[in-house]
């Protein structure tokens, strides 16, 4: 009897109707489903350098005012006050002319096309990449210092889309 089922099975694997081959493995770099990133993320923020860490902006607040500084302008946005009020006052990242805080950005996922001025991906500091690609919509979150990732200081973001 075993021989009998054995030979049924054998002759069904057997014929014209093959099994279909396994899924292809994906590409090498690609990223996994549960880690794909959006095409496009919009982001504000509000930069706080200190004394020599971002050259395009002259400063004298000591690194750990600078830290200081960041951590309670993300301590009063996760208790309500609002984004573009604590930008406007806080950010060093301003238009030289109008001393206007600049922002938001838009920014696009490498190899995806791209729409004006929006920044490619690659170009971003991998500390900001990171949080922001990472973060919700509505979300708020912080760089922090550092001399591989982020050099210039510390940036408080939220992502918009």
């Known amino acids: 009897m075993l021989r009998c089922c054995l030979v049924f099975a054998l002759a069904a694997a057997c014929g014209d109707d093959a099994p279909p081959a396994p899924p292809a493995p994906p590409a090498k770099g690609a990223p996994s489903a549960s880690s794909a ?9 509000i930069l706080v350098v200190f004394q020599g860490s971002y050259e395009k902006v002259a400063s004298r607040r000591r690194r750990e005012d600078a830290r200081a500084l960041a951590y309670s302008i993300l301590d009063r946005l996760q208790s309500g006050i609002d984004f573009e ?7 060093d990242d301003r238009n030289e002319e109008s001393g206007v805080a600049l922002g938001p950005y838009d920014t696009v996922r490498d190899g995806v096309p791209r729409r ?5 991906l690659s170009h971003l500091y ?3 990449a990171e949080i922001v690609y990472r973060l919700k919509v509505g979300e708020i979150g912080i760089v922090d210092f550092d001399e ?4 210039i200081g510390w940036l408080v973001v939220k992502r918009l889309e």
């Not at 004006?116 to 490619?120: D, R, V």
């Open 85 to 91: 009020w604590l930008k406007q006052e806080h950010s």
């Open 148 to 151: 591989e990732r982020f050099p």
């Open 37 to 45: 990133l959006p095409d496009r993320v919009k982001y504000d923020q």
């Open 116 to 120: 004006g001025a929006e920044i490619p």
């Open 126 to 128: 991998k500390g900001l």
